[in-house]
């Protein structure tokens, strides 16, 4: 077996690929389906269409002036130390912001800080993966950047919407008469820190099962291959979910959440903790983890939950810990080797990459007009390749 270094990527000629290529729409014999991506979904085509120009392409050439100084500090002891400290320092540095602005309690400038977290993450770690790649064939999507920002406000918007769903289902008064229980057994007295962490691992419980369930159930599997469709792994696309996704989550984790419920300033701070976790889920770093991947759902271990071979891509499923998957046996990571960087659908080669096309895809009752055959033999063949460290 032929070791493959994913840090410098031996498919060199990936690097002088365009610096951003539409994305891949339907295919054509979804007649129907094509149809309402083109027309229907106008309106996503044409912020793709004016992301592709304004966000992505400005973006990536600013980006790929940091490429001859990745090259200079690669296998040096600065990178060595950095890769090292890079996720400790950024656990560390969360939790104490988060303490600070929640310590007056939740307000509008706490809400505000949470909603620029995502921007002041890309200014952070856009740079980082350019400095520091995992994959140098991941610095280099298609349009995927306007439609994971899309996906961001998606997101927001049914979320928003799920909760009014919830009160429709008079959920809401259910959670309201369980709340005053969660806030009893909830153990106040244990330092702030500790109660994020507590809340942030049970929570994980709970979206452990539902993540298995989106793997193993053919129905479920529909929507969240919209997740697993992205064909390279950065620090922005852990958001991309379908809507229905979105919607039966905030329905599977409202009642239970509403026994563990602790104070909101702990809440506040545990979304704060899970979205730097779930950053460096995604990240295209090449950061030296160790024994935090065994506590944590990060890193290599979510890499090789995007495999393209089911065998291998159904583990890992932790949202923040990777404890619950030790616990329960889907555990994987194989001791002295590393993960490819061939991830997506690996029986679907021709599963859309636009906004509206993934809105749509879930739906057509066919699956297997994404598949083709010949490709299935490829991924088959390299999807065990796994490099030695």
């Known amino acids: 077996m032929t070791a493959i270094n994913p840090t410098t990527n031996t498919v060199k000629h990936l690097e002088s690929d365009p610096l951003a290529r539409a994305n891949k729409s339907l295919p054509t014999h979804v007649e129907l389906g094509r149809w309402i991506e083109k027309w229907i979904g106008l309106p996503f085509n044409a912020i793709e269409f004016i992301g592709l120009y304004c966000v992505t392409r400005p973006s990536q050439q600013l980006l790929a002036s940091l490429d001859a100084l990745s090259h200079k500090i690669e296998g040096t002891l600065f990178k060595d130390i950095f890769s090292r400290v890079l996720f400790p320092a950024t656990l560390i540095i969360t939790m104490v912001i988060g303490l600070a602005l929640a310590r007056d309690g939740v307000s509008l ?57 919830l009160s429709l289902l008079f959920i809401t008064s259910l959670i309201a008469w369980l709340e005053p229980y969660g806030h009893q057994i909830w153990p106040v007295s244990l330092p702030a820190a500790i109660q994020v962490l507590l809340f ?56 239970p959440l509403a026994l563990l419920q602790p104070p909101a300033e702990v809440a506040l701070v545990a979304v704060f903790m899970a979205l730097s976790i779930g950053i460096f889920q995604h990240a295209n770093i090449d950061a030296k983890l160790g024994f935090w991947e065994y506590i944590f759902s990060i890193g290599d271990n979510h890499r090789y939950h995007h495999y393209p071979n089911k065998e291998v891509g159904d583990s890992n499923y932790g949202g923040e810990f990777i404890v619950w998957d030790i616990v329960f046996g889907t555990f994987h990571k194989p001791k002295g080797k590393r993960p490819i960087d061939a991830i997506g659908l690996g029986g679907s080669p021709d599963y859309p990459q636009t906004m509206a096309g993934l809105m749509i895809a879930p739906f057509i009752a066919d699956q297997s007009l994404f598949s083709r055959k010949e490709n299935s033999v490829t991924v088959a063949a390299n999807v065990n390749e796994s490099s030695t460290i």
Not at 136 to 164: A, C, P, Q, T, Y
């Open 109 to 165: 400038q706490s809400v505000s800080a949470l909603s620029l977290v995502l921007i002041i993450y890309g200014l952070i770690f856009a740079p980082l993966e350019r400095l520091f790649p995992y994959s140098r064939k991941w610095l280099h999507g298609e349009n995927d950047l306007s439609v994971d920002i899309m996906m961001f406000f998606s997101g927001i918007v049914w979320g928003v919407l799920s909760k009014f769903l």
């Open 200 to 255: 942030v691992l049970l929570k994980d419980f709970f979206r452990y099962w539902y993540h298995r369930a989106l793997h193993e159930i053919p129905f479920l599997w529909r929507w969240h291959a919209v997740h697993h469709s992205a064909h390279r792994l950065y620090w922005l696309n852990g958001v991309r979910a379908h809507p229905m996704e979105i919607l039966i989550q905030t329905l599977v984790y409202a009642i």
